[in-house]
């Protein structure tokens, strides 16, 4: 019954790959994203989805990719993986009519390991 | 460019003293606050939140204080308990912009019993 579910937890790839990371969502909220932690642990925003419409996009490399099948889901797909990639990537989402305020529902994860 | 600041990587109290975390921000155009608890192998958890129009809220255990002159907020935990060790981000967004939070690098807090 996780709220917000990522697949896969744990992630170990060579240089090079490409990998995706999926995320689900059954709260029925509207808005979906993707946070990456990095190694000083600071949690960064990379995109935001509305409705399946891209709404935040922060200069991260178009090497990543973000899909949107539904407001349900929202995957990160990643081409050509360099050491600096690795992270711990986690999803989110937030419910309609919370404005500006942020609260947000996280995923729990996912620790990716680029050697 | 760090916008918000938790400049205490770690924090230890005893069991049923006070925790005092605290948070600094530079974006003067921040205008809500929240704070996120961390477990490992977890996502982080909303906790606690306040508008710039207040200058406290309170929910059970849990206090945030903003001083928005200083551009400073604090959360306080009283009594603290074991169950709270955890991670706690400080986090800001200001209207209009599309639920952007901006995270601080989080306190490592260890409530010894």
């Known amino acids: 019954d996780t709220a917000v579910s990522q697949t896969p937890k744990y992630l170990v790839t060579q240089m090079g790959n490409d990998k995706s990371i999926k995320c689900e969502q059954n709260l029925g909220h509207d808005t979906m994203y993707w946070y990456k932690q990095d190694s000083k642990k600071f949690l960064k925003i990379m995109f935001s989805?509305?409705?399946?419409?891209?709404?935040i996009n922060e200069t991260v490399p178009n090497r990543f990719s973000p899909k949107s099948p539904d407001k349900a889901h929202l995957n990160l797909h990643i081409n050509s993986l360099e050491l600096g990639d690795s992270a711990v990537y986690f999803c989110?989402?937030?419910?309609?009519?919370?404005?500006?305020?942020?609260?947000?529902?996280f995923g729990e994860g996912s620790r990716l390991t680029v050697l | 460019d760090q916008q918000v600041k938790q400049n205490s990587p770690s924090l230890s109290v005893q069991e049923g003293r006070i925790s005092i975390l605290n948070c600094d921000y530079t974006n003067s155009m921040f205008d809500y606050f929240l704070w996120y608890k961390k477990y490992p192998a977890e996502g982080p958890t909303f906790l606690i939140s306040?508008?710039?129009?207040?200058d406290k809220n309170e929910d059970g255990r849990f206090t945030v204080f903003l001083n928005k002159s200083a551009k400073h907020l604090s959360l306080h935990i009283v009594p603290s308990q074991p169950g709270d060790s955890a991670v706690y981000f400080c986090a800001a967004s200001e209207t209009g912009s599309a639920r952007q939070l901006t995270f601080g690098s989080g306190t490592q807090l260890t409530v010894l019993p």
């Open positions: 306040i508008s710039s129009i207040k």
């Open positions: 989110a989402s937030s419910p309609p009519g919370r404005g500006h305020t942020g609260e947000l529902f």
């Open positions: 989805y509305n409705n399946k419409e891209l709404i």
